[in-house]
């Protein structure tokens, strides 16, 4: 009996451990190329651990291509659309959750109801608008269109309904009114949430590819997923400094990560088990 | 005017102060395009001063002739009848794997989540690379475990689609993996300890327990997949562009270059509506299975 079930669980790590590192080759294969010389990226028979290792193509790039400048708009437009999307998200949850004013349920109705439209659905006519605005090729209209979703909204209420009422209400019998309870009682115990909105808010526009595709023309105003397509068709065959600039963009969030794991999870799993 | 009356218009105005920044930000950037799509779709319009025409149906007409949407909407069928399924299962079959008692977990959940966070542009470069005909590393593998003629991946009408089928599944299949694990956690351990007293193995325990009760996550995973896949553009921009000749066009990618090559905005809404009736189907679909699984529960 003992004997079989380390037996087994010898198995279970083989299969995880094989899995596993079958989702990781290809960053592997990114880190390693990217210090390579580009004519041995595909030399074959292919080399696991690179001969030299070429750390100047992490120096070369910045001098290819305006990467300071596309980390600095990238930046620019995560920190401020995670901002615009968290304050208005939790006021506005707040209201939807925690205050009975006429009509609240049916403009909680179409919040939903569009949450259910994709952006590509009506990404066309946003598009014109916001050219008629003025606000096409500009970091403004990206910030805007991005930073007041309905998704934000849904999520910061799913967290303040699972406080107990009790609470808001003996502040209430304390005499304070609902801007104090929002800032000194609620806000405080959704850190949680708040953690996993900003978060995924982050990574989402860090990562944002179609958004920018679409608004941002002049080359110094590109993000870093921008930056690094252009690369990538003007230096097709400079394959690994294709693969630094990669490194470079993957890098931010990779810190993201590691720091912030928990809420990652949480914060996919309550996806899951809300539906 | 009562007390009562002054105390309903003040909580009121609380509320409305409340949820104004959002909605207006969210009507006029959200809403607003929402109906507008619908306007456009029956106009015909380049984006330019000359004003939209009325031209009713003609552009939804247009589409059952063009032979671009066609493939497109054929080409996005082909991608979601096969990413949906096979994502489902390896993230069960890896949750379940995860949710024995083992060392590391925390490796393994990072090794098999990270693809879903790292950048699609990095990645699609990386498999770019790696799919690479003549010398990239999975066809010299291929070679080297003794197909002498592996497919030409992104470089072949044939084999295009299935590597971004591939790509796909390894980057999203970590995300479900995780919803899973947590529904995992939610079945009592007992279940288990009486069926191993009645002597069932694990497969067994698999088939006749795990799954079944997994149903509700499953069916909720199966319509998130399923939409994703109806909208997915960014992976193919990245990889193939929607080639080699439009071998891995999709929707989004018709919706995309109708409007913004081609500038016919009206027809491109058309498009996006199909796209829109698509996705809105699927979510009816979830509307009855919510209400089914919830008698269950």
Known sequence: MQEKSIRRKIILYIILGILAIIMVIPFYWMLISSVKL???????????????????????????????????????????????????????????????????????????????????????????????????????????????????????????????????????????????????????????????????????????????????????????????????????????????????????????????????VEGVASSGIKG | MTGKQKRRIKTNIIGYSFILPNLIGYFIFIFIPVCFSFLLSVMEWDGSQTPMKYVGVKNFARLFHDSTFKISLSNTFFYAIFTVPITVALALLIAVLLNQKIKGIVIFRTAFFFPYIASLVAVGAVWNMLFQPDFGPINEFLKFIGISNPPRWIASTKWAMPAVIIVSIWKYMGYYMIVYLAALQGISKELYEAASLDGANGIRKLRYITIPLLTPTTFFVVIMLTVQCFKVFDLIYVMTQGGPGRSTNVLVNHIYNTAFTDFKFGYASASAIVLFIIVLIVTLIQFRGEKKFMSYM
């Open chain 1, 38 to 264: 580009s004519k041995d990226v595909f030399s074959i028979p292919m080399k696991w651990i690179p001969d030299s290792f070429h750390f100047d193509n992490y120096k070369i790039i910045w001098k290819k291509i305006p990467l300071f400048t596309f980390f600095k708009n990238t930046i620019k437009l995560t920190v401020l659309t995670t901002l615009i999307q968290l304050a208005t998200s939790c006021f506005a949850a707040y209201g939807f959750a925690k205050i009975e004013f006429k009509g609240r349920n049916l403009l909680f109705l179409v919040y939903v109801t569009t949450i259910a439209v994709p952006w590509q659905v009506y990404m066309v006519p946003q598009f014109t608008m916001m050219s008629k605005f003025g606000l096409s090729n500009s970091h403004l209209g990206l910030i805007l269109l991005q930073a007041f979703s309905a998704f934000g909204v849904f999520l910061m209420r799913q967290f303040f309904l699972g406080i107990p009422k009790e609470l808001s209400e003996s502040a209430k019998i304390d005499g304070l009114g609902e801007y104090a309870i929002f800032a000194k009682i609620i806000m405080p115990l959704a850190k949680p949430g708040v953690a996993t909105l900003v978060i995924f808010t982050f990574v989402n526009v860090w990562n944002d590819f179609m958004g920018p595709l679409i608004y941002l023309n002049s080359t110094e105003l590109k993000t870093i997923q921008l930056g690094i397509r252009m690369f990538i068709s003007q230096y097709n065959a400079d394959y690994a400094l294709i693969m630094s600039a990669s490194v470079c963009s993957v890098i931010p969030v990779v810190i993201i990560f590691c720091i912030f794991q928990r809420f990652f």
